[in-house]
């Protein structure tokens, strides 16, 4: 590194301490943001998650008692399979980016204009999005029933009023504000892979398929994975839409996540330490699902 | 030298992007034309794409009712702040981790790397409990001064970024000319990052003008909020629940900011995508 070579003269020790001293002083913002922003608030959030506390009120220490609560409620069972079934949307948005990555991968004449028509959805702020797919979505008037109506000649579902509805509503406004992001992911990654492999195949006879198959898809296999561990973080701690789409968790509660749960528990009932213990469930089962995609990668990512 | 089954092949792939690109973009354009439509008009069977008669009515009306002068001044002062000073204490950071030994230096960054795990779940309710304890509720501090300490994110992608670009016999010159540390970091280090410190700073625009939860949970005063609060509390308290002109309005007043900033840094936002998502 850059002081090698400098640490047998003697006077120079002094300034290596003095550097020492500079290095920890450059680093020392972002340790102190974690200790009082992250580490003091995770502690905290452990001690609140046994206590009954309102916050006006004195807090009063309950042991076990919001947790056995927690696994009782019915609510939370509803919120917790809201936010599994919302995962579909990962593999689904997975197969859709990587075909429009796979098409946009050639010379292409307005290339950089198809790239911006997709991105455009990603960047758009989450609020202003889910208005508009409010919209877009209602039962009478919206454009996409009557988008169903002009081709099936079918009624449309009853997209944000019916339980049935509101979850795959999520994941169809989950693609299209998400596949711009993992389709340019996905690009970089078919641009990173070296022609002689294909050249290779293709003196074996193989065919536009067989060399997807073999040497695409598994050579793209780090950017699956990262895209597969991001998006179940992600999906896990979503929250904006349902604030916006479903309100008060939706018809029958089939919109709430954990973390609009959490939102709800904390700021609209003002039961921090209920919530607290709900966000450190979240927390752990957030920590462990991504520890197993981990250990799982080895079998299936490929490094080189 | 196409073949003809490459031209074929090149024709589909056209018209599969194309009717994908009108996919992506007929809500901004069915949201553009409801904000223009009046109230009458706008559950008219079948829809109208080009709004007859056209008015700009719902933007003046949501700027009257709503306080969206504010909205933007208060999330532009949050950008400012976080950006303008949580973007040069992550470069410090970053710059010393990528150049530098010194002791626990790997432990230190390994403990650093381990709070990008903490959901913002976990820490919002302590985080708030401590905030409210000292006064903060309903300003904007609890949202500005926790940036400043700089992102662990933007410290790894600088990092990354640094520990290539940065020529160690670069810094060992400037140290032998008499060059202190400080100014070593701000004449050879922070120029040479200027790429990576502007993606950042596009990316960061985009993550703090879009934050809702955090804003949600501290802003309750409507001057106090920033844009997003108050677009998301347009339909409980300014406008009726069926005013979708009016709603769709206040949509696209908070779409063209970062729409404009994504259309002057568009490069960026992909580079650095891409990057982050390979070497993350």
Redesign the interface.
């Known amino acids: 590194m850059a002081n090698n070579g400098a640490s047998t003269a003697k006077p120079v020790t002094g300034f290596k301490r003095k550097e020492a001293m500079w290095c920890y002083l450059f680093i020392a913002p972002p340790v102190i943001g974690f200790l009082i922003f992250g580490l003091a608030p995770l502690l905290y959030s452990l001690r609140l998650s046994t206590m009954e506390w309102d916050i006006l009120t004195s807090p009063t220490g309950v042991g076990l008692a919001n947790f056995r609560e927690m696994f009782a409620d019915e609510k939370f069972y509803k919120a917790l399979f809201n936010t599994a079934y919302l995962m579909i949307g990962i593999p689904l948005g997975m197969i859709v980016s990587l075909l429009l990555a796979v098409m946009m991968n050639r010379p292409l004449k307005g290339i950089s204009l198809f790239r911006t028509a997709y991105y455009i959805p990603v960047i758009s702020p989450i609020i202003a999005v889910s208005l508009l797919w409010q919209w877009m979505l209602n039962y009478d008037y919206g454009i996409i029933n009557e988008w169903i109506w002009q081709l099936f000649g079918v009624q449309g579902p009853n997209w944000l009023g019916d339980p049935n509805w509101v979850k795959p509503s999520f994941i169809l406004m989950g693609l299209w504000g998400g596949v711009g992001g993992t389709m340019v992911l996905y690009l970089a990654g078919l641009q990173g892979i070296s022609t002689t492999y294909y050249e290779a195949a293709e003196v074996d006879g193989a065919g536009r398929w067989a060399k997807f198959r073999s040497i695409t898809l598994p050579l793209l296999s780090p950017i699956h994975f990262f895209v597969i561990v991001m998006g179940v973080i992600g999906t896990f701690q979503s929250f904006s839409q349902m604030y916006i789409m479903a309100t008060d968790g939706g018809p029958e509660y089939s919109g709430a996540t954990i973390v609009y749960y959490i939102f709800q528990e904390a700021f609209k009932y003002f039961r921090m330490g209920y919530a607290s213990a709900v966000a450190w469930a979240l927390g752990v089962l957030i920590f462990i699902v991504t520890l197993i995609q981990f250990r799982f990668s080895k079998r299936w990512v490929y490094q080189d | 030298m196409m073949t003809k089954q490459d031209r074929i092949v ?1 024709g589909i ?2 018209a ?2 194309t009717a ?2 009108f ?6 354009v ?2 553009v034309s ?1 904000s223009l439509k009046t109230q009458q008009h ?2 008219d ?3 109208q794409w080009i709004p007859k008669p056209a008015t700009l009515d719902n933007y003046v009306d949501v700027w009257s009712k709503a306080p969206l002068a504010y909205g933007f001044l208060n999330s532009a002062t949050i950008v400012v702040f976080v950006l303008g000073i949580g973007l040069f ?2 470069a ?2 970053a ?3 990528a ?5 626990f230096k790997e432990s ?1 960054f390994m ?2 790397l381990g ?1 990008m ?14 905030f ?1 304890e000292i006064g903060w509720v309903d300003t904007l501090l609890p949202l500005i001064v ?1 940036g ?3 992102h ?1 994110v933007t ?1 790894f992608f600088f990092r990354q970024f640094m520990q290539g670009a940065i020529p ?1 016999d670069l ?2 010159a400037a ?1 032998i000319d008499g060059c202190g ?2 100014r070593t ?1 701000v004449t050879v280090g922070l120029p040479i990052a200027k790429p990576a410190i502007a993606a950042q700073a596009a990316l960061g625009f ?1 993550g703090i ?2 934050d ?2 955090g804003p ?2 501290y802003l309750h005063t409507p001057e106090r909020q920033t844009i ?1 609060v108050l ?2 509390s ?1 339909q409980s308290n300014y406008i009726s629940t069926s005013n ?1 002109p009016s ?2 309005a ?3 007043v ?2 063209v900011p ?2 404009l900033v ?1 259309f002057f840094a ?1 490069r960026y ?2 580079e650095s ?2 990057i982050t ?2 070497k ?1």
């Open positions: 090149r792939v056209y599969l992007l994908g690109s996919l992506m973009l007929a809500p901004f069915w949201t409801t706008v559950f069977v079948p829809p204490t992550a410090m950071a710059y010393t981790f150049k530098y030994e010194f002791r230190i403990a650093l709070t795990m903490i959901p913002y779940s976990v820490v919002m309710i302590p985080q708030y409990i401590g409210s926790p400043l300490f700089g662990i410290v160690s810094i060992d140290k540390y400080f970091f985009m003008w879009n809702f939860l949600l949970i997003q677009i998301a347009m979708y709603m769709m206040a949509s696209i908070a779409l970062v729409i994504f568009q936002f992909i995508m891409a998502g390979i993350g």
